[in-house]
Each structure stands twice: as C-alpha cells, then as structure tokens.
C-alpha cells in the first residue's frame, strides 16, 4: 500500500505518491513535476477540496472534449491524470465531482 501525500505547496511531484489532496482557498496554480521517461507512464488522483474555478492546470493537460471540468466550490472531487511521454501531454480525468 501507499500513502496519500498532503500537497503543502502546488508542485505534485510524482516520484512521492500516486494520490495527492488538498484543499483550496483561493486561486492556485498546480504544476505536475518528475514523470517517468517516455515511453513509461505516470498516473496519478489528486482529490481536491472547495476548488471551484480556482485551479489553473498546466497547458499541458488535455481534456475530454477541450474544456475542463468545472469543480466544486464546497466539496470534493476527484481528478486522474495520466501520461506516457515524460508530460508533455497529460490527460486529464474527472474521476468524481462532488463527491458526497
């Protein structure tokens, strides 16, 4: 088993977890920092609480049909991320919005 990681700052660093959280009080710009080589993929779930619109991605992040989900202001939801090229595309997953 693993451990959830608590994000303190806005960096998910992939070589420390596959689940991150955090909440979010205020806008926040998340980065995603040490993928795995091209041709290995990376993926990982960050929960995110109270986020609402506050949260900008990395451009590098695609989304089913080109537009972001749109994310809870009071509660939680859950997003998956995966890529296989070192990050220069990720794709992005609404894997549960608000949660409850």
């Known amino acids: 088993s693993e451990s959830a990681v608590s994000l303190t700052g806005t960096a998910v660093d992939c070589t ?9 009080s205020g806008a926040t710009t998340l980065t995603f920092t ?13 929960e995110l609480t109270n986020a ?10 695609k989304w089913a049909g080109g537009t972001e989900p749109s994310l ?3 509660g939680v939801d859950i997003l998956t991320f995966i890529t296989r090229d070192q ?6 997953f609404a894997s549960g ?4």
């Open 16 to 24: 420390q977890g596959t689940y991150f959280y955090k909440t979010i």
């Open 34 to 46: 040490n993928p795995a080589a091209s041709g290995d993929v990376t993926s990982f779930t960050l």
């Open 52 to 61: 609402s619109t506050n949260v900008t991605w990395p451009a590098s992040v």
């Open 87 to 92: 990050g220069t595309t990720w794709y992005g």
């Open 72 to 74: 809870t202001a009071t």
């Open 97 to 100: 919005l608000d949660m409850q």
